[in-house]
């Protein structure tokens, strides 16, 4: 069996580890952090091609991983992955590009697109993937590395899922940080998500109801890697997905979330290259704000890579 040892534990590295592993290879996980404490785990996780190229891929990518969220939404408690109905505010069909034939039951209203689309836990998502990875022979080590040959003396082929990380360990310059900060509140009966966003601006607003709470959001700040949620920030999230529904104003706040989505200025890569002294490196990253979105799809251009 073809030793395999995928770098990063986030939704990419864990997706793309299971594909390999049921392909029949020898698979680890090597993670400096646990999945929870990844950025993954602090998606709002809506499918939807958010902040991500390069688009003519990323369509195929995305309709790919949303047929298996189809299938994976019929066991919700276990799977973390449900459908749910909501409207994208602002948007129409005619400019999202020939991906949007693959939606079914898009319509569109005075508001914009109303489409019921998968919509992730990801804490039990990432748990899920993690227990499906171990019946399938992998496992996940909590382990940091300095560099791919570390990994490369271990395995013949190591894949390379490691987010923002990649910027040093590849060494990528156009791998860059993009902020988002969200607040968690109790749900005051929001059964539908909404969001609206626009390009330009670094402000914009979701809310998406999750099992137990209700995720607002947010933001999306180039190059800003601050760790912690700031105060002003939030209240202006909470105000905004009030002007939608009046009813969160008054909602209990639970907490406060920032995670740094990994952009890249020339998108996602998804390509091979040989390890000094032998054996053969994937790279699978820069998924941007959409590593939910493409994660099945990516998991399975980069499996064939590795043949």
Known sequence: MTRVIVVGGGVIGLTTAVTLAERGLRVRVWSRDPAGATTSAVAGALWWPYRIEPAERVGGWALE???VYEEL????ER????LAAGVHGGERLAALGPWAAGLTGAAEVPEGLRVVLPLLDMP?????????????GGAVERRAVAGFGEAGASAAVVVNCTGLGARELVPDAGVRPVRGQLVVVENPGVEEWFTEADA???ATT?????????VLGGTAEADDERPE???GTAREIVARCARVRPEIAGARVLGHRVGLRPTREAGVRIEAEPLPGGGLLVHNYGH???????AWGCARAAAALVG
């Open 206 to 214: 979701y809310f998406f109801p999750q099992p137990g709470r209700l």
């Open 124 to 136: 039990v998502h990432l748990a899920w993937l993690e227990r499906r990875l171990a019946a399938a």
């Open 200 to 202: 330009s601006s670094a």
């Open 79 to 82: 799977t973390g992955v449900r």
């Open 288 to 294: 941007g704000g959409a590593g939910v979105t493409v």
């Open 229 to 231: 949620g700031d105060a």
């Open 65 to 67: 991983t949303l047929a």
């Open 73 to 76: 939404a019929a066991a919700p």
